[in-house]
Nanobody
């Protein structure tokens, strides 16, 4: 059973930065890793994804502020979040897509105060 362990969430003032990390257990090949978020009363939405080859995709709302990266040797994905805004407040979930299926982390809270 794959486990995704997230870390790095917290409380920060607007304009501040946070770095999220997500480590996947095991050594199976991961096709795609990414971050999604869900704010209270809203649907879960894609934030950023990165393929095994390093191709990235970002939501328009975070382009230029967030940077996703991954270490394939460690099966770990990171997301550097700069210039945070109150509207970035949400639970952030890590996602890993394998040939056998996709898995989710437990989520980490990010709160940005104004």
């Amino acid at each position: 059973q794959v486990q995704l362990v997230e870390s790095g969430g917290g409380l920060v003032q607007a304009g501040g930065s946070l770095r999220l990390s997500c480590a996947a257990s095991g050594s199976f090949f991961i096709i795609m890793m990414g971050w999604y978020r869900q704010a209270p009363g809203k649907q879960r939405e894609l934030v950023a994804t990165i393929s095994s080859g390093g191709s990235t995709n970002y939501a328009d709302s975070v382009k230029g502020r967030f940077t996703i990266s991954r270490d394939n040797a460690k099966n770990t994905v990171y997301m550097q979040m700069n210039s945070l805004k109150p509207e970035d407040t949400a639970v952030y979930y890590c996602n890993a897509k394998y040939r056998s299926g996709a898995y989710w982390g437990q989520g980490t809270q990010v709160t940005v105060s104004s």
